[in-house]
C-alpha cells in the first residue's frame, strides 16, 4: 500500500508543476482565423480559437497578445479577459482555453486594405507561436479558389479581389471591361485553359495588381504571381491592361496556333515583375504598342513559337527591389520547362522597338541563340538596341537598327523610383521608324502612317 501511495503522489505532484521545456507542447485548434464575411455596412463578427495544453503538466502562457494592438481593427478576449495582452495564464496539464477574436470593418473607408491582417503571439517557455488573422476590408468582389466555366463577364462596379487563385476551365471564358480593377492576394495566380478578353480604353484601363495597396507593400515585386495561358487556351486578347508587382505577369505556353496568335496584347503596360514580364515558352503571341519595364527578365521567348512585336519598349534600371542583371530581351529555340528542355520551331519579329537597360550591368540587352536544327528566323526591323556585340548568324537579320545611343526616356529616377518612358524631343528614336500600319501609341494618341517615333510612345 505504501508503494501504491507513494506513486500517487509523484503523479500528482508532476501534475500539479509547471513544465519549463522549450519541447512543451501546445496546439491550436487553427493557425488562421479568416472572417470571409462580405460587409456592406459597418459590422463586427467574431470567431473563436482553441488553445490546448498537450503535456501532462501545467503550463503557464506568459503572454497573448494582439500583434498590432490597440490600434488593429481586431480585437481579442481570452477566456474574459480583454486584450490586446493578456498575462501569466496558468493552463492544468490536458486543459485548454478559448480566445475570442472580433473584427470590426468598415467597408466604405477607402483606406483600408482589401485584406486586413494581424496576428495573435502566444508567448511560453522563452518561445513563441503565432496564429494569423485575417479578414475582408474595402467592399469587393470575393473570389477564393474559384474555377470559371461558361461564359463569364464582370462588372467595374466594385473591384475583384482573388485569393488563393483564380481558373478559366478549357471552353469557358471571361470578359473583363474598361475601368475594372482586379486584385490578387499573395501567391494567387489566374490561370486561362480558356479565353480571356480585357477590353481596357485609354481612359479607363483595367489594372491587375496585387491586394497591398499600403506602402511599401504595392510597390513590391512578386506580389502574386501572375496570368498563365496555358496549352488549351485560345483567342485570348488583352486590350489597355496594366499588369504589375507580378512575379512572372504574362506567361504564354505551347502550342503555338501557327501565325494565329493565342495572345494578343494591345496598348498593355507590364511593370515591376520580380522573374519575368512576358515568357513565351513555345507559345504564341503578338505585342503592340506595350511597354514592359523593370522586370527581372522583361522579355523571354524560348522552347520555339511564333512572336510578333510592334512599336514596343523594353526598359529595365536597377531599383531597391529588382538588380538589373538580365537582358531585357532573350531569344532561344530551346528552354528549361521544369525539368524537361523544351526544342521547337522559331519565327520571331520585332518592328520599331526599343531595347534598353542602365548602364554598366548588362553588356548585351539583346541576346539570340539557336541550338536546334528547326525552323528559325528572328528579324529585327527599325529598332533601337543597346548591345555590345549585336546577335548575328544564320536565320538572323537587323534592317536599320540604332545602336547604342541612349533613347532619352523622359524621366528615369531609380531613387524616388519614378520612370516615364515618354521621348525627349531629341531622342534618336523620332521619327525614325519603318511603316507598320499602327495608327495609335499606348497613350491612343495618334501616330502617322510614315516615319514614326520608334518604341510604344510617339512624340506629341
Not at 490586446?84 to 490536458?94: K, Q, S
Not at 485609354?202 to 507593400?217: E, Q
Not at 508587382?245 to 493565342?262: D, F, L, M, R, Y
Not at 503596360?269 to 527578365?297: E, H, K, P, R, V
Request: charged share 10%; glycine share 8%; proline share 4%.
Amino acid at each position: 500500500m505504501l508503494i501504491v501511495f507513494v506513486a500517487v503522489l509523484v503523479l500528482s505532484c508532476r501534475k500539479n508543476s509547471f513544465i519549463t521545456s522549450k519541447d512543451a507542447i501546445v496546439l491550436f485548434s487553427t493557425d488562421t482565423v479568416s472572417f470571409d464575411t462580405v460587409f456592406v455596412t459597418t459590422g463586427s463578427v467574431t470567431q473563436s480559437v482553441k488553445i490546448i495544453n498537450a503535456n501532462n503538466q501545467q503550463l503557464r502562457l506568459t503572454d497573448i497578445r494582439l500583434m498590432g494592438g490597440s490600434l488593429s481593427y481586431f480585437s481579442i478576449n481570452v477566456n474574459g479577459s480583454p486584450g490586446p495582452e493578456v498575462d501569466n495564464i496558468n493552463l492544468a496539464a490536458g486543459d485548454s482555453l478559448y480566445i475570442f477574436v472580433a473584427v470590426a470593418i468598415n467597408p466604405r473607408a477607402s483606406n483600408l486594405p482589401f485584406i486586413v491582417q494581424d496576428s495573435i503571439q502566444v508567448s511560453f517557455n522563452g518561445i513563441q507561436q503565432y496564429i494569423q488573422l485575417q479578414a475582408w476590408g474595402q467592399n469587393a468582389n470575393f473570389l477564393v479558389n474559384k474555377i470559371l466555366k461558361g461564359a463569364n463577364s464582370w462588372n467595374d462596379s466594385l473591384p475583384y479581389i482573388i485569393e488563393g487563385g483564380l481558373q478559366i476551365d478549357t471552353g469557358a471564358s471571361l470578359m473583363i471591361p474598361a475601368g475594372c480593377k482586379v486584385y490578387l492576394h499573395a501567391n494567387a495566380a489566374m490561370l486561362v485553359d480558356g479565353s480571356l478578353q480585357v477590353a481596357g480604353s485609354d481612359s479607363s484601363r483595367v489594372y491587375f495588381l496585387g491586394d497591398r495597396l499600403d506602402a511599401p507593400y504595392n510597390n513590391y515585386p512578386d506580389s502574386w504571381q501572375g496570368i498563365y495561358f496555358r496549352g488549351t487556351s485560345t483567342g485570348n486578347q488583352l486590350q489597355y491592361a496594366v499588369i504589375r508587382n507580378a512575379n512572372q505577369a504574362i506567361v504564354a505556353e505551347s502550342p503555338p496556333a501557327g501565325t494565329v496568335p493565342k495572345l494578343t496584347l494591345q496598348q498593355c503596360i507590364i511593370d515591376n515583375s520580380f522573374t519575368s514580364g512576358i515568357l513565351g515558352m513555345d507559345g504564341s503571341l503578338q505585342a503592340t504598342n506595350c511597354l514592359i519595364s523593370n522586370c527581372g527578365q522583361n522579355i523571354v521567348l524560348g522552347g520555339g513559337g511564333y512572336y510578333q512585336f510592334t512599336q514596343c519598349t523594353a526598359a529595365a534600371y536597377s531599383d531597391n527591389y529588382i538588380v538589373h542583371t538580365f537582358p531585357v530581351l532573350a531569344v532561344a529555340d530551346e528552354i528549361l520547362q521544369g525539368s524537361t528542355i523544351v526544342t521547337g520551331a522559331l519565327q520571331v519579329g520585332f518592328t520599331n522597338c526599343i531595347f534598353w537597360g542602365d548602364y554598366g550591368n548588362v553588356p548585351n540587352e539583346v541576346t539570340v541563340t539557336q541550338q536546334s536544327n528547326l525552323a528559325f528566323t528572328v528579324n529585327f526591323t527599325n529598332c533601337l538596341w543597346k548591345v555590345q556585340t549585336a546577335p548575328s548568324g544564320q536565320g538572323i537579320v537587323s534592317t536599320a537598327m540604332i545602336l547604342n545611343m541612349d533613347p532619352l526616356f523622359d524621366s528615369v529616377n531609380t531613387v524616388a523610383g519614378y520612370y516615364d518612358f515618354h521621348l525627349q524631343a531629341g531622342s534618336p528614336a523620332v521619327a525614325q521608324g519603318a511603316a507598320a500600319g499602327v495608327p495609335i501609341d499606348l497613350d491612343g494618341n495618334p501616330r502617322p502612317a510614315v516615319s514614326p517615333d520608334m518604341g510604344c510612345y510617339q512624340l506629341q
